[in-house]
């Protein structure tokens, strides 16, 4: 399975940015959809998640400003991000959690990363 993400760029600092995020390939289920960021110098942590039920968590420093959401008819995750900070800077993934049939184990795979500059 290949993840693909686009949407990152330059935004001023209160701007707002979305991310998507395509998965292609055969999967039996997409379990878990993730976003993630790696600011420089700092560990990758966990931004956003969504499960297939419905289960939406968020990091608390994006809380009331991030949107996770999906469509799960084209298995694409979106991000918005409004009232961006410049510590927000950041290479933004998107990770999924999958099974290629059901009787196999979760996997998981990762996107490419996008480029998102909070600056002015």
């Known amino acids: 399975v290949q993840l693909q993400a686009f949407g990152g760029g330059l935004v001023q600092p209160g701007g707002f940015l979305r991310l998507s995020c395509a998965a292609s390939?055969?999967?039996?289920?997409?379990?878990?959809w993730g976003w993630y960021r790696q600011a420089p110098g700092k560990q990758r942590e966990l931004v956003a998640s969504?499960?297939?039920?419905?289960?939406?968590s968020y990091a608390d420093s994006v809380k009331g400003r991030f949107t996770i959401s999906r469509d799960n008819a084209k298995n694409t995750v979106f991000l918005q991000m409004n009232s961006l900070k410049i510590e927000e800077t950041a290479v933004y993934y998107c990770?999924?959690?999958?099974?290629?049939?059901?009787?196999?184990?979760?996997?998981?795979?990762w996107g490419q990363g996008t480029l998102v500059t909070v600056s002015s």
């Open positions: 990770n999924i959690k999958y099974r290629r049939v059901y009787y196999e184990a979760l996997s998981t795979s």
């Open positions: 390939g055969s999967v039996f289920s997409i379990n878990v």
């Open positions: 969504i499960t297939n039920s419905g289960m939406i």
